[in-house]
């Protein structure tokens, strides 16, 4: 385990490159967009590799330093956590290109760039990250990166907001962190493969379960606790907005995921119904929340929280291998197509000067290829095919079928209307006739392209996902196998 | 293909051909009238094999003429011909063109009819010369001919309807398309009743079987005379053919079909007669004409219904009657319309003695065509069952005189209603009238049905009592009636049982108007309730921003937060 | 034990008043508190090994969470800052649905 | 790969990568779009025709794509499959034509020609489709490249029109979602095969199977215009005239119809199909569609309307045909696809005609119209006498094989549902008809846009006549060999083979 693997050090340099990054943007402000740019290609080639490797060798486990666990810190990597990789290096790529001429007259250009790859650092740790505690750590480095984030816009409600987000991140990590502590005091250990050998269902396992799930439930916006993601995610810089729902709303359920395999693999069939219905009336509620605003960020965010019910769906379903899968390919979906619109919502409000949805027109005639982006979003968020979420939907609700709960594929289905409704809400008054001119010049092509890049990959994710699901299938077979042979 | 399917398929494409390339202008007269002239040389020179297969054309159309087809197929090329010639400059004014353009398709479909043998050719060209004729009988717009049209365009449509299943249903159950097959199989089908029915309604509507001719008596006074002539003398035929086609005649007797047809053309014979007695106009008198001759007509094919072995005789002598009836009821609506025009005193003089000719040959005077005719009828009546016989020779007579009374009654309203006051026409309708009605004289004996006895003494003694005892009875009619003091008889309406058939239609129709407009309040209210709901749902929607704005609030979403984690605690404990 | 139950104890209180809690500054000192309760269970779990060496490991998660807190509530009262620059009384509370 | 087995793929790309040039282009650059569209639509035509010369000579295309384990996107050439891409490669040649012409001078046509192309592409994909899947996708995909489309003037109307198109069609895409994965959960395969995927396990799950056709057919019924599922057509009428015969004879419905078509034929198969008791009630629901449509089209008093709810009730033959359950009432309901198709364009070009060169749009303003437009309105007057059935148009053969075919399967009710169906045409045709030619014109048209000497842009008159011809020229050769009819017959023949 402690031998250093030939090409292992991809993922060290997933974690140390960027952090390198961020302290030469923060030195040399000047150099910080190109820096930036360079690490965010170097991580998608590194992410690559790592995927490349897990695929042919299998998960890799790396002890930086070669302490080793207790003490140490390992590094886990699978295919799950490569293909996220890879997504994320995507997204920061675009996200960041995008950046480039959207910061271009503001003041906030010399923070983000570092805060902005510290996230990425932050991100890729938590990835990659094999025990319960340093989860803790990097979700919690992860939060703050992003509070910042939010807090760069230069707005009083940006920074109330951010405090808001703030707190509740902080209050949820704590919670996790007693959670973590009351799994050390079951089991004695905080590495995910051991928690799955040694963990006992008992009171405190329980205590921990409510815990970290009420914890993450909150970082990662579950309806009815998502109080914070609205004004966090509207009021950020369109690119940070893009990063923080593409990206980090995902970290806290990736976590629970982690944790559902291993210390609560023995959860009974309750606590995933109850989070599966957690999850449909958040996609309920968000739709139709997305539908009532009168803002187009706002929209998007609620779109967000809609979509997070989806991502939720997976627990009543983990009995079947599809829902995993389903779940991996929707979180890949739907981080491309997010920050598709939210990138293409910031030119639109870069260019009108506001995001009031009543006042798109003639976006369709001077925007259109941000229109385009929003709009091929705005498909994949539909899940039609052949986006990558609706290969998700699919195998989500074939995972419902195969279990014999229809329920669920309903729910996927009317979630994916009311998604359309709320889409087709925006497309429908862009394309409305208005004699008032609008200046494009604010939106350089180059912003309009990164979201329309994002947007088309999302499209057709579906078609390359085949080989991803496959990947998805080694260890979520393992993982599933090991669910399944601890059934009573 | 050889010349002689090229032939065949000219008869309904050349008009067709002239019709549309002329549409705009019409070309010379005698352009006009070669429209015909492919069917007429068809009857001339017929073709070596007498039907020719078209596997490509519609669903496999087969063409031919023979017998009493090409019999038919003579006289409606030739009333077209002369109808086409009197057209020419009978037909003024606006609309002259679109006049044309109808009538040259209503000209191929009327053709095409004669020489189609397989149920899809036929219907196509019946179909194309009903819609057209709608094109001849509203060419003067008043709201005479609006309401003619409109009468006639609905009996249409039924029929085709009609028609249309009849086929179907034929096709259906015997698997095949040709009318040979279908007379051969049409015992044997499954709904052989059904689909008689159905034929007999779609094509007696077109042969003005009783209560299905009421648009006969509307349509021709209002529509030109040209077309008038070519409507009673040829179209009302066609639907007289369809029967024979489609029919099972002499294949298997069906006394009750039979009987049907001979007792209701018996009908139409008198009915016809009676009531075109109380009209008033000289046209509306010709078309209840035209009904009480197609009446004969139908106790023919009666008679071949009753005697299956009788079709061969039977059929030659009904198409003989109705080329004598085609030719005489043409000759005697171009006379009509002319009576019309302005014209001197002579001129009177010689329309009447012409429209004696036409009138005395449906009378069956002796030596005329309709004498001829009407005895190549009564010829087979001897094979019939006694009871058919007697009432046969009965009742044939007294339709003739039947027929001769009114013919009376038609010359005396032109000679009362001819005047100078009408428009001018030129020399050529004149000619062509003339010509037709030397067609009505020599035609008739050229190709008179082969075996026909020839005419003896006492043959021509027979003729002539129905005439005498018409002459008498119309003396003393005219004597009653000035005993009488001269009351004045209230005319019929023209249409007569239509007045009740349009009420019983216009309230079935503004009864259906009244639910569909029931339906369409419904459907309003229907289609409002759904807004109002899609209103409220979007209200709701809307004030669920309140519900969010609760939830969101920081106290409310943390104390949620725990509830959740107890619940998923508590979840936990299984 | 003691010091577990007290930790989870002084956890809960905590909570109470960061949920209460509408002025920021309450609810950073709130959340420190709550922090100080998980870390005294932390520290009390670490003698749960029997004999007289501590368990390493959860004073390591100590100190890191306290780093972590650290640097939480810094980022906190720097927002909270910017915040009272412009308005006299902050709140926790935002109102996304108004827009600008 | 050679070139030869991307065929299916280059079906596709000769109007996908044209539409996408297209939207790039400025808006001014006429002539390179133009150009762009022909040769676009020229080259499919001419790929289609290859495609259906080669599969003639014994080539079978196919292509796949893994799209999740054990099921792929599959394009492959299939009798019926080419039956429908060959029509809507020739109509959309006509259609681009005709839109060429009538977009003369309006705003946003780079717009407008790129999702134009885009729907076709969905069309071609639509119709070569090799399982339930695929069809999905590009049913999906058809939906979205026509809501442009159908809100192309911007206007109020337009856009409730569009919204209307969308509740409908992306309602029923989730619904055939749900449906599609329902089967497959059941059958665990979507390929269309002839005779049908579902045989092995009508024993077992019938009740699901039915259930799952239910739903699948209110899936695909949207876009059929089934009724109730109707209502979005008659809205969509206020997209300009190609726009409408593309969503009535191209492209929208066509696909719902075809949808129709595969289910019964290639998915379920005639016999589970009839089996079960659910082709019979397919026949019911089109039935009452039929008749439906007609009576609502006899209240309308904009023409485009009538148009459309005509297409309702129209396009229901289709469905009827083949849920009778016998090869000849198929033939009828498979022929009735080319034939509605080219005689509802024809009546739509005439209408649009009309509107854009004299400005009627309302039925009592085509009063004397024959005058004006002697061409476009015999077109006119020749489609609707095909749509009640009057032979040799192509609506009499349809009707004359759904309703033999009837007597064949032993549903005679099916005859006279033709028959009044065919009085109800008659009853909201024939008005118009005796309007166009017997009333006189008007002194002044709404308004008359007079140029040149022909009646109206050549551009607009030549589709019209030649959609026109064509559907007189089908009617009247149905019987020579490659005629739709004979083709259909032999697509039947193929369903129903033992």
């Known amino acids: 385990m402690t031998a250093l693997e030939p090409g292992s050090t991809w993922v060290v340099w997933l974690i140390v490159s960027p952090l390198a990054a961020a302290l030469i943007a923060f030195l040399l402000p000047r150099v910080a967009a190109a820096i930036a740019l360079a690490n965010a290609l170097f991580m998608g080639v590194a992410a690559l590799a790592l995927l490349d490797l897990v695929t042919e060798q299998g998960p890799h486990r790396y002890s930086l330093g070669g302490w080793g666990a207790p003490l140490g810190i390992d590094l886990y990597a699978d295919p799950l956590s490569g293909v996220l990789l890879v997504v994320a290096a995507v997204v920061v790529l675009a996200t960041l290109f995008y950046s480039r001429d959207y910061l271009a007259r503001t003041a906030i250009g010399p923070l983000f760039w570092p805060i902005s790859l510290f996230l990425h650092a932050a991100l890729n740790a938590l990835l990659l990250s094999a025990d319960a505690f340093n989860l803790y750590v990097t979700l919690e480095l992860l939060s703050l990166s992003a509070v910042a984030l939010v807090a760069l816009a230069d707005e009083q409600r940006a920074v109330a907001a951010a405090l808001r987000y703030l707190l509740a991140s902080i209050v949820a990590s704590l919670a996790y962190l007693l959670g973590v502590a009351l799994l050390y005091h079951t089991a004695g250990v905080l590495d995910l493969a051991a928690l799955a050998e040694r963990a006992t269902w008992t009171p405190a396992t329980w205590a921990a379960l409510g815990l970290m799930t009420a914890g993450l439930a909150v970082k990662g916006a579950l309806f009815p606790v998502h109080f914070w993601l609205p004004g966090a995610h509207s009021y950020a810089p369109s690119p940070v907005s893009a990063l923080l729902s593409a990206l980090v709303v995902k970290a806290p359920f990736y976590v629970l995921l982690r944790l559902w395999y291993a210390p609560f693999a023995g959860a009974p069939e309750a606590v995933g119904t109850l989070l599966g219905l957690l999850g449909a009336l958040a996609i309920v509620w968000g739709s139709l929340q997305a539908l009532r605003q009168a803002r187009l960020k706002l929209l998007i965010a609620y779109s967000t929280v809609a979509q997070i019910g989806y991502l939720f769906l997976f627990f009543p379903l983990a009995q079947s291998r599809s829902a995993l899968q389903g779940v991996t390919v929707f979180i890949l979906g739907h981080a491309l197509a997010k920050a598709a619109m939210f990138l293409a919502a910031g030119n639109m409000h870069k260019c009108l000067g506001h995001d009031r949805i009543q006042d798109l027109h003639r976006v369709a005639r001077e925007l259109p290829v941000t229109l385009a982006a929003f709009a091929v979003g705005g498909v994949c968020i539909m899940g039609l095919p052949p986006s990558g979420n609706f290969i998700g939907k699919w195998l989500l609700i074939e995972a419902a079928f195969a279990q014999g709960e229809w329920g669920w594929a309903v729910v996927v289905v009317a979630g994916g209307l009311l998604s359309a409704a709320y889409v087709f809400r925006v497309l429908g008054h862009a394309f409305t006739v208005d004699d008032k001119p609008v200046d494009a010049s604010g939106a350089p092509a180059s912003m309009a392209w990164a979201a329309f890049a994002l947007a088309l990959l999302a499209l057709t994710l579906g078609v390359f996902a085949a080989p991803l699901i496959d990947l998805i299938g080694g260890p979520g077979e393992t993982a599933v196998a090991h669910l399944s042979s601890r059934e009573p | ?574 | 034990m003691l010091y577990s139950l007290a930790g989870i104890a002084l956890f809960c209180i905590a909570l109470r008043a960061v949920i209460l809690a509408t002025a920021p500054l309450r609810a950073i000192l709130a959340v420190n508190v709550m922090s100080s309760g998980v870390f005294l269970v932390l520290v009390a779990l670490a003698r749960r090994t029997p004999g007289l060496v501590a368990d390493p490991v959860p004073h390591a998660m100590v100190i890191t969470g306290i780093v972590v807190a650290v640097s939480a509530t810094a980022m906190a009262i720097v927002l909270t800052q910017r915040l009272r620059a412009n308005v006299s009384a902050p709140t926790v509370e935002d109102t996304p649905g108004a827009g600008p | 790969m050679t070139w030869q087995a991307a065929l299916p793929l280059l079906v596709l790309a000769s109007s996908l990568l044209p539409g996408l040039v297209i939207f790039a282009l400025p808006e001014r650059s006429r002539t390179l779009r133009t150009a762009l569209n022909l040769s676009g639509a020229v080259v499919k035509l001419f790929l289609v025709v290859w495609m259906l010369w080669q599969s003639g000579q014994g080539v079978h295309y196919e292509l796949r794509a893994a799209l999740l384990p054990g099921l792929d996107l599959v394009l492959r050439s299939s009798e019926l499959g080419l039956f429908f891409v060959v029509l809507s490669a020739l109509l959309w040649l006509v259609t681009t034509i005709y839109a060429v012409g009538y977009l003369e001078d309006s705003p946003n046509r780079s717009r407008f020609f790129g999702f134009f192309s885009l729907c076709v592409t969905a069309t071609a994909g639509a119709a070569l489709a090799g399982n339930l899947i695929t069809f999905l996708a590009f049913y999906e995909m058809l939906t979205l490249a026509t809501y442009p489309l159908v809100v192309h003037r911007g206007t109020a109307a337009a856009r409730r029109a569009g919204r209307m198109y969308l509740a409908y069609t992306i309602g029923g895409g989730g619904v055939l979602t749900l449906g599609t994965l329902w089967l497959y959960s059941i059958t665990g395969t979507l390929e269309f095969v002839p005779g049908g995927i579902v045989a092995p396990f009508v024993d077992r799950n019938a009740t699901a199977l039915s259930a799952a056709f239910v739903v699948l057919v209110a899936g695909i019924g949207v876009k059929a215009a089934l009724v109730p599922l109707h209502s979005w057509l008659p809205t969509a009428m206020v997209a300009p005239a190609p726009v409408s015969a593309l969503l009535h004879a191209v492209a929208v419905v066509k696909v719902g119809a075809f949808g129709l078509m595969r289910l019964v034929f290639s998915t379920y198969g005639v016999e589970a199909a009839s089996g079960l008791g659910l082709a019979q009630g397919l026949a019911v629901v089109a039935a009452v569609t039929i008749v439906y449509g007609s009576l609502r089209a006899l209240a309308q008093t904009n023409l485009k309307r009538l148009l459309a709810y005509s297409t309702v009730s129209q396009l229901s033959y289709i469905a009827l045909g083949i849920a009778l359950g016998g090869a000849v009432a198929a033939t009828g309901g498979i022929v009735h696809l080319v034939h509605q198709g080219l005689m509802k364009i024809t009546l739509f070009f005439a209408a649009g005609n009309l509107a854009e060169t004299l400005g009627v749009h309302e039925i009592r303003d085509m009063r004397g119209a024959g005058r004006r437009m002697p061409w476009s309105m015999a077109a006119f007057t020749l489609c609707a006498f095909g749509m009640i059935g009057t032979p040799p148009m192509a609506g009499f053969i349809s009707k004359w094989y759904l309703g033999i075919g009837a007597v064949d399967s032993d549903a005679a009710w099916v005859v006279w549902l033709l028959a009044g169906s065919s009085i109800l045409n008659a009853a909201y045709f024939l008005p118009i008809v005796w309007a166009i030619w017997f009333e006189p014109p008007p002194e002044q048209w709404p308004h008359d846009k007079r140029s040149g000497r022909a009646e109206t842009s050549l551009m607009l008159l030549v589709p019209t006549l030649f959609t026109a011809a064509m559907a007189l020229a089908v009617g009247l050769f149905a019987a020579t060999p490659y005629s739709p009819l004979e083709w259909a017959r032999l697509i039947a023949a193929r369903q129903y083979a033992p």
């Not at chain 2, 109705?322 to 030719?327: D, I, M, N, Q, Y």
């Not at chain 2, 014209?343 to 009177?348: L, M």
């Not at chain 2, 005077?365 to 009828?377: F, R, Y």
Request: include cysteine; proline fraction near 6%; glycine fraction near 10%.
């Open chain 2, 1 to 574: 293909m050889n010349a002689a399917a090229w032939l065949l398929l000219l008869v309904p494409l050349w008009p067709g051909l002239l019709a549309l390339i002329f549409h705009r202008r019409i070309p010379g007269r005698l352009v006009t009238m070669t429209a015909a002239v492919p069917a007429v040389a068809v009857c001339l020179y017929p073709p070596a094999a007498a039907e020719v297969v078209y596997p490509w054309l519609l669903l496999g159309t087969r063409l031919g003429a023979s017998d009493a087809d090409a019999m038919f197929l003579l006289f409606t090329a030739l009333v077209w011909l002369i109808a086409a010639g009197f057209a020419h400059s009978w037909i003024k004014g606006a609309g002259r063109e679109r006049f044309f353009v109808f009538f040259l398709f209503a000209m191929a479909g009327n053709l095409g009819a004669l020489i189609a043998q397989d149920m899809p050719a036929f219907y196509a060209c019946f179909a194309l010369m009903s819609f057209s004729a709608y094109g001849l009988i509203v060419h003067k717009t008043s709201e005479k001919t609006r309401h003619a049209g409109r009468v006639y365009i609905v009996l249409v449509l039924i029929g085709e309807a009609a028609l249309a299943l009849a086929m179907i249903l034929a096709a259906g159950t015997l698997g095949t398309t040709e009318f040979a097959a279908v007379r051969d199989g049409l015992g044997t089908s499954s709904s052989r009743d059904l689909i008689i029915g159905l034929a007999v309604l779609g094509f007696g509507i077109k042969a003005g079987a009783p209560i299905l001719h009421v648009w006969l008596p509307l349509a021709h006074p209002v529509a030109p005379a040209p077309a008038s002539a070519v409507l009673s003398g040829t179209m009302i035929v066609t639907g007289l053919v369809g029967w024979l086609r489609f029919l099972p005649v002499g294949e298997l007797a069906l006394p009750g079909w039979g009987s049907a047809f001979v007792i209701v053309g018996l009908a139409a014979a008198f009915y016809g007669a009676f009531v075109g007695l109380d009209q008033r106009d000289p046209k509306v008198v010709l078309a209840y004409s035209s009904v009480s001759q197609m009446g004969i007509m139908t106790v023919g094919v009666g008679t071949i219904l009753l005697e299956a072995t009788l079709v061969t005789p039977v059929s030659l002598a009904i198409a003989f009657f109705a080329l004598h009836h085609g030719l005489a009821k043409s000759a005697l609506f171009l006379g009509a319309g002319l009576a019309r025009s302005a014209i001197s005193t002579d001129r009177r003089r010689t329309l009447l003695i012409g429209l004696a000719l036409p009138s005395l040959a449906l009378a069956g005077a002796p030596l005329t065509s309709g004498m001829l005719a009407k005895s190549a009828l009564v010829a087979s009546d001897a094979a019939l069952p006694d009871r058919w016989a007697t009432l046969l020779q009965v009742a044939l007579p007294l339709a003739s005189i039947a027929t001769a009374l009114l013919m009376a009654r038609f010359l005396l309203l032109v000679y009362q209603g001819a005047s100078a006051a009408g428009p001018r026409v030129g020399k050529a309708p004149w000619v062509l009238w003339g010509l037709s009605l030397l067609l009505v004289v020599v035609l008739p004996w050229w190709v008179g049905p082969a075996g026909l006895a020839p005419m003896t003494a006492p043959d021509v003694l027979a003729g002539l009592w129905p005439l005498g005892a018409a002459l008498g009875l119309a003396v003393v009619a005219v004597w009653v009636w000035r005993q009488a003091g001269r009351p004045s008889i209230p005319a019929l309406p023209e249409g007569d049982v239509l007045l009740p058939l349009e009420w019983l239609f216009i309230n079935t129709g503004r009864f259906f108007g009244r639910s569909s407009a029931g339906a369409a309040a419904f459907r309003k209210r229907l289609l409002n309730g759904a807004a109002g709901e899609r209103r409220r749902a979007w209200a709701l929607v809307q004030r669920s921003g309140h519900a969010e704005a609760w939830l969101t609030r920081w106290q409310v979403a943390l104390v949620l937060a725990l509830l959740l984690g107890v619940a998923i605690g508590l979840a936990a404990m299984g």
